[in-house]
């Protein structure tokens, strides 16, 4: 059994590669570089998927969060093409295929919902406003969808994945372990996680299950806002005292439009991940961190 994963180099990638192996599947990557077990997005362009391949999951993007790239238009062209085109190749790909594959998944991000701190979102609510994460996610699950009866088609819409080696914990933990972590700005804002092990299950889990289409949010649930986050990281880190980082500061390091995804967020409910049988491996904040900052 072939499964090619786009991005199956990256955070979720790896992760959810181990997942596909113990399920029996070989994983091939696409990426920008050649390697091992790794297919080229150039390959993927000019000869298609490999024979026989079963699943195809795109899990590219140039990483947002990085504070060294600064929010330019070209930046923002790059985290929009990076995922949009590839996502395109991909299904493009999939439809060409001489035998289709089984499954076509797709990821993208709770920023689908607008930031608010009252209304609870699951996957059936529709968006009342727009901002550049929303529309970039809209654009995102639309290049990916298919009208075939022979590919079973759907997205997990993200929220800010928890593990080790990767991700935005190894951005936090090291303030975090020196005494120096907090919350962003007033620290009232949602702020919607996810265990690794859990994105990557919910994928393993839209693979296996036939009944799976359309969206799945890939949030675990039980919500949390920003300040009980670092309160409950500054205690399984016995480090207790929180400093605040203000408004101002996040907003002059990553420029404001990239900011709201810092200092603004949504109450995510995963309903019809539940609804389809999803057993979360960590549904708790205490024990998703315990296990994320233990060696
Ligand atoms: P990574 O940062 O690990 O990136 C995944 C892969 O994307 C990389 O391994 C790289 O592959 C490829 N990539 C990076 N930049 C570019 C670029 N400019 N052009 C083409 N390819 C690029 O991502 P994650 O695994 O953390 O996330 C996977 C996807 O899930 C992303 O699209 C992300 O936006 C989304 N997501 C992630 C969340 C998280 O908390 N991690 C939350 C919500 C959504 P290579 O170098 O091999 O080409």
Do not use: C
């Not at 993200?158 to 080696?165: E, F, I, Q, R």
């Not at 995510?268 to 991940?273: A, E, G, H, R, S």
Request: hydrophobic share 35%; glycine share 10%; proline share 6%.
């Amino acid at each position: 059994k072939l499964a090619v994963v786009g991005g199956g180099n990256g955070f979720i990638g790896r992760a959810l590669a181990k997942q596909l192996q113990k399920s029996g599947y070989k994983a091939l990557s696409v990426s920008r570089k050649p390697g091992e077990n790794t297919l080229t997005w150039k390959s993927i362009e000019t000869e298609g998927l490999p024979k026989n391949t079963e699943v195809v999951i795109n899990l590219t993007g140039e990483p947002v969060l990085n504070v060294f790239k600064r929010w330019t238009p070209n930046f923002k062209q790059e985290v929009w093409d990076s995922r949009i085109k590839t996502t395109k190749t991909l299904r493009t790909a999939v439809l060409a295929a001489d035998t289709p594959p089984k499954v076509w998944a797709t990821v993208s991000g709770v920023g689908f919902y607008p930031p608010s701190t009252s209304r609870i979102y699951d996957e059936l609510s529709v968006p009342e406003s727009t901002d550049f994460w929303s529309e970039l996610t809209h654009a995102w699950e639309n290049s990916g969808r298919i009208k075939n009866e022979n590919t079973r088609h759907f997205v997990v819409r993200s929220g800010v994945v928890l593990g080790k080696n990767g991700g935005a914990m190894s951005e936090m933990l090291p303030p975090f372990k020196l005494g120096l972590g907090g919350p962003m700005g007033d620290g009232k804002q949602w702020f919607p996680w996810i265990h690794i092990d859990d994105i990557a299950g919910i994928f393993m889990h839209g693979v296996k299950n036939t009944s799976v289409r359309g969206v799945l949010n890939g949030v675990a649930p039980e919500a949390h806002t920003n300040g009980e986050f670092s309160k409950a990281l500054g205690s399984v880190l016995s480090r207790p005292a929180l400093l605040p980082l203000p408004s101002f500061v996040v907003k002059a390091l990553y420029g404001s439009e990239r900011s709201v995804m810092l200092l603004q967020g949504q109450n995510v409910y995963p309903k019809l991940t539940l609804d389809s049988g999803y057993v979360y491996s960590y549904p708790k904040l205490d024990a998703a961190l315990k296990e994320v900052t233990s060696r």
